[in-house]
């Protein structure tokens, strides 16, 4: 509306200004009449005045920008109402200045109401007819030098007809031309407007609603029908807007429209009740429309549904009360800053703690003031980090009390925000005195308990270490002990065989010393026989040769058998006796005669190289006849037993191999273990093996098993030469 | 004529030392004794004796007793030792000391003897 406002008055600016510079051109032409007339008549006063007003005209047009349009018009509607007073007064009807009234009327409505325009064109018309009546009455007449009845034979007076005629003409012309070009401009304008308005307000979904003084709808958008639960405006032809309100709303509706009277809208919730009676709450912005003459022509209103708006409202109002009172209810401090540690709200409790209230909170409290001044850093340090999100929800601090006394807290605290902008904090202060407390005599417990524990457990550890080291101790001693009677056991039975061995040495000495003495008897007796058959009984020598020689070799098989059993009885400790082991091993065979005769046959295999070594000649004795005897033992009933010797570069290897019932495999480890025997109870000690082991292993030897049952075995010894 | 080497034979045997009379007294004069003490005795009144065989075991002195005391005071006697022992630590050591020059072994070998006492005697 405004734009078509402004569009009348750049109208009206354009009349005025053109009207103006036609004033001026009208103007020039009086000017020239004025300076013609002026040398006709002679210079008067009339020319005068003509002349100044013409120069008043050119002035004005000249600073036309700059005068205000109100003037502007005055002075056109001056300038023509006073060429149309003199004209009509000079010419009377000889001219048509009348022409004028309507170049007056033209400008008089475009600016005055239609009322004053009414006025003022009577006036006007009643002055030109006052004029005539002058005329007629000879008040006034054209100057005698003016021939009326000639007059139209004169040019003047047409030319000034025709001026005015020009004038009035093309004023007109352009008025309406410029009235119609605006006036179209305003109707397309006004429609597109209207269009704009009508498709805003169809697809709008704010309801619009248009009643008229008399409370009947002159318009309703779509989004109101559906408000009014309508189909279409038709609906409503006939139907009071009242019809839709209670009394109640009503009532507010009228003290609204006495309010809007001074013209400003005015915005109020009411309860709607449709047409099939769902009840809204609505909220209405209303404002009075008028007319052109600023008469109320009817109320146009917005219209809101604010029936969800207002539950949600409701239940938020309900929520937020729900939720205040709880945090006055909780022992806890509960508060709310904006940024600036400004408190924006604080619980009773914490009002209480504080000392506090709410006029305080109000003229401006901060958080900070009731913080341990050396902890405020801290307390920055700590929404700093709340607020970048990376910060603990809950941070112990000190606070002050109200009686200035010092409390430690946990505050746990969240940021506000409003609009995504950080608005504040808002959190809880939890008095932890108490807990603290706890904690420390907790902690203390704790303490005690752990040092109580401590003291236990190394009382413990060294308890333990003492029983671990007695227990090891005890092990070691019991294998000592062990060993020791393992030892023992062995020495108690050496020495029972050592013991035997001695006695029995000592007898095989006494024995063979009794029987030697007697052999060397014979030995002496035969030798003297011999030596007196070779005397004096030559002839009988050969008769008796076969019994001496019987004798002879009695002799010397008692002997060889005596010295064997010497051999074998001795009984030193000497290693560096000269041992032959072939004259070993026949004595041992001398000794098994008994056991070999008629029954094993002996394959002996001896090298030809020397085959002695530097030992215990007894104690070798002694431990190559338990390895014969074993092997002819072996031999239930008839068998070979092979006897094979030779020697490598430092050791002389002896093999005794029997065709005997030979070893369990289980059995063939156990062999040299002293008291192992396979033999009856009584038959054997077990210590044959275990002897003959211990003293091949002081010969630094070695001695090894290889059987299989059945089929026999064989015992490979091994000694060094030196 | 008496020129055979005189031999001392010591035993506590008597038939031994009858024996040993018989089997050498054709080669050598063979004076007998049954004891140590009895042998000691022989060698002080025979001085002829070059060669003294002894016995180990005796009552009294025992044989290396015996050249032990008889070796301090004839000490180019050559002495034997015939015993039905086997050889003894005794014997070993005596044989070192060269208080003794061979060791017999009863039965006695008439052979091993004869060689023995005819090397002493050269």
């Known amino acids: 509306m405004s734009k078509v406002k402004t569009d009348i008055e750049e109208l009206k600016e354009q009349i005025i200004n053109t009207s103006l510079i036609l004033i001026n051109a009208f103007a020039v032409i009086l000017l020239v009449f004025f300076v013609y007339r002026a040398f006709q008549t002679g210079f008067g006063f009339e020319t005068g005045v003509g002349i100044a007003f013409i120069l008043l005209c050119f002035l004005i047009a000249f600073f036309r920008k700059r005068i205000p349009s109100g003037l502007k018009t005055t002075i056109i509607l001056l300038v023509l109402s006073v060429v149309f007073l003199y004209e009509t007064i000079f010419w009377g009807l000889l001219v048509s200045s009348g022409l004028f009234l309507i170049l007056i009327l033209l400008f008089i409505s475009g600016f005055l109401s239609f009322r004053h325009a009414f006025i003022l064109t009577v006036i006007y018309v009643m002055a030109f007819l006052l004029i005539g009546y002058l005329f007629h009455k000879q008040v006034l007449s054209l100057p005698e030098r003016y021939n009326a009845a000639g007059f139209s034979t004169k040019i003047l ?19 309406l031309t410029q009235y119609i070009s605006i006036y179209n401009r305003t109707i397309s304008s006004l429609r597109e407007s209207e269009g704009k308005y009508r498709s805003l307000s169809e697809s709008a979904s704010t309801g619009i609603w248009q009643v008229n003084n008399e409370g009947y709808t002159e318009y309703v958008n779509p989004a109101m029908c559906r408000l009014l639960e309508i189909d279409t405006q038709s609906d409503l032809s006939g139907i009071h807007y009242t019809s839709f309100y209670s009394e109640e709303s009503l009532q507010i509706i009228r003290q609204e429209n006495y309010k809007r009277l001074s013209g400003k809208s005015s915005t109020y919730e009411l309860v709607l009740t449709g047409k099939k009676g769902t009840q809204r709450n609505i909220l209405v912005s209303a404002s009075s429309l008028f007319n052109e003459e600023k008469e109320s022509t009817g109320t146009i209103m917005s219209i809101v549904d604010i029936t969800e708006s207002k539950k949600t409202k409701e239940a938020l109002v309900e929520s937020e009360k729900k939720f205040r ?34 006029e305080d909170i109000k003229k401006g409290f901060h958080i900070v003031s009731t913080l341990d001044p ?25 606070m002050i009390n109200k009686d200035k006394t010092r409390f430690p807290v946990e505050i746990y605290s969240s940021p506000i925000y409003f609009n995504q902008k950080p608005a504040g904090l808002r959190g809880v202060i939890i008095d932890i005195t108490l807990r603290r407390k706890t904690e420390l005599e907790l902690e203390k417990y704790h303490e005690n308990l752990e040092q109580l524990v401590k003291d236990r457990t190394e009382k413990l550890h060294l308890t333990n270490e003492e029983l671990i080291s007695t227990n090891n101790e005890l092990i070691y001693q019991r294998e000592e002990l062990q060993a020791a009677l393992d030892e023992l056991n062995n020495a108690q039975q050496q020495l029972v065989e050592s013991e035997k061995m001695a006695s029995l040495g ?31 009984l030559e002839s009988h020598k050969k008769n008796v040769k076969t019994l001496l020689d019987g004798i002879q070799e009695g002799i010397t098989r008692a002997a060889k058998i005596v010295a064997s059993l010497n051999h074998f009885s001795r009984n030193t400790e000497s290693q560096d006796e000269k041992c032959d082991i072939h004259s070993i091993l026949d004595n041992c065979l001398v000794m098994l005669q008994n056991h070999l005769k008629y029954r094993i046959t002996v394959k002996k295999d001896y090298t030809d190289q020397s085959f002695t070594l530097y030992g215990n000649e007894g104690k070798l004795h002694q431990a190559f006849l338990n390895i014969l005897l074993n092997a002819c033992q072996s031999i239930q009933d008839t068998g070979t037993l092979s006897i094979a010797t030779e020697t490598s570069q430092h050791d002389l290897l002896i093999s005794v191999t029997d065709t005997g019932c030979g070893i369990k495999p289980e059995d063939l480890p156990k062999v040299f273990d002293p008291f192992f025997t396979t033999k009856a109870p009584g038959m054997g000690t077990g210590l044959g093996l275990s002897i003959t082991y211990k003293i091949i292993q002081e010969h630094r030897g070695e001695i090894e ?8 075995t064989k015992v490979i010894i091994k000694l060094p030469k030196y | 004529m ?21 089997n050498f007294r054709k080669k050598y004069t063979v004076r007998t004794a049954l004891s140590g003490e009895k042998g000691l005795e022989i060698l002080r009144s025979e001085p002829s004796i070059a060669v003294v065989i002894t016995d180990m075991k005796m009552p009294g002195m025992n044989g290396i007793e015996f050249i032990r005391k008889a070796k301090e005071n004839f000490p180019e006697i050559v002495f034997f030792i015939l015993t039905g022992y086997e050889i003894t630590g005794e014997i070993i050591q005596a044989l070192e000391e060269k208080l003794i020059h061979k060791y017999f072994k009863k039965p006695f070998l008439m052979k091993e003897m004869e060689t023995a006492i005819l090397e002493v005697l050269k």
Not at chain 1, 157 to 175: G, Q
Not at chain 1, 384 to 392: D, L, P, S, Y
């Open chain 1, 374 to 398: 050396e902890e405020i850093e801290k307390a920055k340090e700590n929404v700093e980090r709340i607020f970048k999100g990376e910060g603990r929800v809950g941070n112990e601090y000190t």
């Open chain 1, 506 to 536: 000592i007898l095989a000495a006494g024995i063979s010393h009794e029987i030697n003495n007697p052999l060397n008897f014979i030995q002496g007796g035969l030798t003297g026989l011999e030596e007196y058959f070779n005397d004096n």
């Open chain 1, 157 to 175: 007076p047409w030319i000034i007809s025709f001026a005015n005629l020009c004038i009035v003409a093309f004023s007109v012309l352009i008025v």
């Open chain 1, 325 to 358: 009172e709880m945090t006055e209810f909780l022992p806890l401090v509960v508060f709310e800053s904006d940024m600036n540690g400004k408190l924006t709200y604080l619980n009773k409790n914490g009002q209480k703690l504080f000392g506090i209230r709410d």
């Open chain 2, 2 to 22: 008496n020129q055979t080497p005189a031999l001392l034979y010591v035993d506590d045997e008597p038939l031994n030392l009858t024996l040993f009379e018989i």
């Open chain 1, 705 to 712: 098993l290889k059987s299989r049952l059945g089929e026999g």
